[in-house]
């Protein structure tokens, strides 16, 4: 008898898969996007509560919604099966949020009732994020009024909601200021649209804001169909970099932000052009909403090999190609000399050699000069068996081992010690009238505004090409809420390159 085949899938194989995740943020997100699938047009908020006290719990309460019977249960509690998803559903696979549960916990326990029912169902499993056996013929609790959790209480008869659990949070790294911000960039236009509230230990999460520049005209990108079943509409702009309120866990691309569902999926999308070529292209800015083509399942990307992302690569190029060359023109009317650039590097070069010399004078008692150090500002060790002067230790005699000076705690030290390969080169360009310069990703060039209103008149003088390169270069050093160091710490290496100035003079 030939022996019968049947695929199935171990638990083990789903808690390995469970780590894809990169971050809990990300995993916490797959298990915010269920309940938007369900708004059905209604008004969602979603509360988010999380406590490092003892083992930990995170607690994720959608309110508004559709919610869920002991049906839904059952086919949440499915792997890879279960109802039909609508081509606008942000879930596609029925693994997404269980994943995720499992790589956040160990402990998950899920309250929920249907929107316009009034019992409310409870399912619990202490071992979900560990356990290796498929569970079997396991029924939810029904549960009372006076059953439901506090924090359940007061909501209205016959809303819909639910709530998931998760106790003992396996060791992963993670911050509230970070996830705030993911939060802000990931549901950015579904919190200012009002389709959804989303809060964080009781505290409102604020769509980031991308400030658009009032000198260049927005383009909006009109519904429209790029494939059968595959439509996009959006809007392009150029961004006053300058508005943008950064913070940790928030870095803003130029490009154009992809959307599903209003959910951000990827952000820096640059449809054939080179936007990291000038730095005016880094304020090219827009957001696209993609219906009809799928994201991948982990949200992050998209089959940028289909013949429908083609489709929309193609007329995102189009779409875009206004504004670029407008771009391009502004930025190529008032191109930059040589004499300008070897001027700057000259000032490059000697504020360099300012850092140094007073990153040794600032290093303990020693008052070191700049010869004889490193540039860290650190003596060297002494090598073994060389005569010191003074101390009467021959070239054979033990000598005795001079320990490292302590780094210069300031930011003049801070910053040569990050930098061992030398700081960062300087180029013009046009960014807006609100930055006076701006850094670019990679930190290893700082971009002199040519739109800066002091630019025209002075912008091309040694001295305003050092005070810019300086604040640029120092302003991460020093951090916020301490303006005063900072003021001072510019003057002091300012005053000393004027005084080299003199000197040369």
């Not at 990291?276 to 800015?285: C, E, H, I």
């Not at 429908?308 to 000399?337: K, Y």
């Amino acid at each position: 008898m030939v022996a019968m085949m049947h695929e199935t899938v171990g638990r083990e194989a789903l808690i390995a898969l469970s780590n894809h995740y990169e971050s809990v943020a990300d995993a916490l997100m797959e298990i915010i996007d269920n309940p938007f699938d369900y708004r059905r047009g209604r008004s969602l908020r979603i509360d988010i509560n999380v406590s490092k006290k003892r083992a930990g719990r995170m607690e994720v309460l959608d309110v508004g919604g559709e919610g869920m019977d002991d049906a839904g249960l059952a086919d949440w509690i499915t792997w890879g099966t279960g109802h039909e998803y609508a081509a606008t559903d942000i879930g596609q696979y029925h693994v997404g949020g269980k994943l995720a549960a499992i790589y956040l916990a160990d402990s998950i326990e899920i309250v929920c009732r249907r929107s316009g029912d009034d019992q409310a169902w409870r399912f619990s499993d202490l071992r979900w994020g560990t356990r290796t056996n498929l569970l079997r013929d396991a029924a939810p609790e029904r549960l009372g009024q006076d059953d439901l959790p506090s924090l359940l209480q007061d909501i209205p008869p016959r809303v819909g909601f639910t709530m998931i659990r998760m106790e003992k949070l396996k060791e992963h790294r993670w911050e509230e200021t970070i996830l705030n911000a993911r939060l802000a960039n990931t549901y950015r236009t579904l919190i200012k649209s009002g389709h959804c509230r989303i809060t964080v230990n009781g505290s409102d999460v604020s769509p980031i804001n991308l400030p658009t520049s009032t000198t260049y005209k927005p383009i909006d990108i009109l519904p429209i169909a790029v494939k059968p079943g595959v439509r996009m509409r959006g809007r392009i702009w150029v961004m006053e970099r300058g508005g943008f309120e950064g913070g940790r866990g928030l870095r803003l691309k130029a490009g154009i932000r992809a959307l599903f569902n209003g959910r951000l999926i990827t952000d820096g999308e640059e449809f054939g052009h080179y936007l990291a070529g000038k730095g005016a292209f880094q304020r090219l800015m827009g957001e696209v909403e993609i219906v009809g083509l799928k994201p991948n399942p982990t949200k992050d990307g998209w089959d940028k090999a289909s013949p429908a992302w083609c489709a929309i690569s193609d007329e995102m190029h189009r779409q875009m190609q206004p504004l670029v060359d407008e771009l391009n023109q502004a930025t190529g009317e008032r191109d930059v000399s040589r004499d300008q650039r070897k001027r700057a590097n000259r000032v490059r070069r000697e504020i360099e050699e300012v850092l140094k010399h007073l990153a040794c004078l600032r290093d303990g008692a020693l008052q070191l000069s700049i010869e004889g150090t490193s540039p860290d500002g650190r003596r060297p060790d002494t090598a073994p068996g060389r005569h010191i002067a003074g101390t009467g230790a021959t070239p054979t005699d033990p000598v005795p081992k001079t320990p490292r000076t302590p780094a210069p705690a300031d930011a003049v030290g801070s910053l040569l010690r990050r930098r061992r390969a030398g700081l960062p080169s300087i180029e013009f360009d046009s960014l807006g009238g609100v930055d006076r310069s701006q850094m670019k990703a990679d930190g290893q060039c700082l971009v002199i505004n040519r739109d800066y209103p002091l630019y025209p008149e002075i912008g091309e003088t040694d001295s305003y090409i050092a005070e810019t390169y300086v604040l640029g270069i120092l302003e991460p050093e020093i951090g916020e809420g301490l303006a005063s160091s900072f003021v001072a710490e510019v003057n002091r290496v300012l005053a000393e390159w004027h005084q080299i100035r003199d000197n040369k003079a």
